[in-house]
């Protein structure tokens, strides 16, 4: 019964900013790690960000580094992934994930994720 749902995606100017939100239902359901994912069509599910659900570690791509902030809100199981300095690369379907996995280093790997939306759609203009 553990649902992501994602919401935030739209359409934006390159410079922009936009802020996803990826609301997991599910009452007992606390995962070790959520994530960010994108994937442009005919491409790969490419790993963005994650962040620990204990203590907030996070990791990057460094496509994304220093633009985009991951966060959580553990209270409403809720993963946030805000957007600064909007390029045109970063079009493509936005995903979160998460696992129960208690990994020791931060999985960045589609594979090492049991959960998944059903996406947010970003489209940056130049």
């Known amino acids: 019964q553990v649902q992501l749902v994602e919401s935030g995606g739209g359409l934006a100017q390159a410079g922009d900013s936009l802020r996803l939100s990826c609301a997991a239902s599910g009452r007992t359901f606390s995962p070790a790690y959520m994530a960010w994912f994108q994937q442009a069509p005919g491409k790969e599910r490419e790993f963005v960000a994650v962040i620990r659900r204990i203590d907030g570690y996070i990791r990057y791509s460094d496509s994304v580094k220093g633009r985009f902030t991951i966060s959580r809100d553990n209270a409403k199981n809720t993963v946030y992934l805000q957007m600064n300095s909007l390029k045109p690369e970063d079009t493509a379907e936005y995903y979160c994930?998460?696992?129960?996995?208690?990994?020791?280093?931060?999985?960045?790997?589609?594979?090492?994720?049991?959960?998944w939306g059903q996406g947010t759609q970003v489209t940056v203009s130049s």
């Open positions: 994930a998460a696992t129960l996995r208690q990994f020791v280093v931060p999985p960045r790997g589609r594979h090492d994720f049991d959960y």
